[in-house]
């Protein structure tokens, strides 16, 4: 298992922190060779991916990403292509949660939800399957919500809506890449303990576990999905939230 991704590249957005972090750590503990942590917040991407170096002999990028920005997402792939061999792995996790009331709901804060919740994971997923199709295998797994399933409380209607469109993308995707070696699947988190919920009024309450997750609760269903002990799952959103939700 420590070397099951020796070999393998990847990139992971929204990577400095949190779960995007978290899977980037997982997956190099187990043998990536390399890893892009791509950010907004680009210092501490840079922190994180020297941290992460360090810490498990895994080559690691600090890069900046505004996954609200085209142009952004291009750049960010044009390094990607000049830096590493391939690309074998994206996790589409940079994401933001609002908690606007549906009143305060207008076109600018939900078309800003929208870019880059799903559009800029769109956009990543266009320019990641290039190197994925000339190679013939792929793994992309998208970060969506317990909130696709059951819609958002405490979150905003458009965070609940970014994620469920995300959900039924990963299933197109799923449908016509498999014809590529590319497996396309997302994970589903509860309330995960990040900089992101911290200051949230979120409980334990309704979990059946009794506690909320935290980030390597996520990171090692995501490692899962990108190993080979998953390819014959494409298409499927995977529910890791203690049993708040079962399907």
Known sequence: MEKEFEGKYALVTGGAGGIGFAAARELARRGLSGVILADMNAEAAEKSAAELEAATGCKCWGRYVDVSSPESIEELFAFAAATMPGLHILVNCAGVCPVTPVEELDAAKWDWCMNINLRGAHLCVREAIKPMKAQHWGRI???????????????????????????????????????????????????????????????????????????????????????????YITGCGIDVNGGQYMS
């Not at 609940?160 to 994970?187: H, M």
């Not at 988190?189 to 919920?197: D, E, K, Q």
Request: hydrophobic share 45%.
């Open 141 to 231: 797994i998208n970060i969506a919500s317990l909130a696709a399933r059951i819609g958002g409380i405490a979150s905003s209607v458009s965070y609940a809506a970014s994620k469920g469109g995300l959900l039924a993308a990963t299933k197109s995707y799923a449908k016509v890449l498999a014809k590529d070696g590319i497996n396309v699947n997302a994970v589903c988190p509860g309330v995960v303990r990040t900089a992101m919920t911290a200051n949230t009024a979120y409980t334990c309450d309704g979990i059946p576990m009794g506690r909320l997750g935290e980030t390597d609760d996520i990171a090692g269903v995501i490692a899962f999905l990108a190993s080979e002990d998953s390819r």
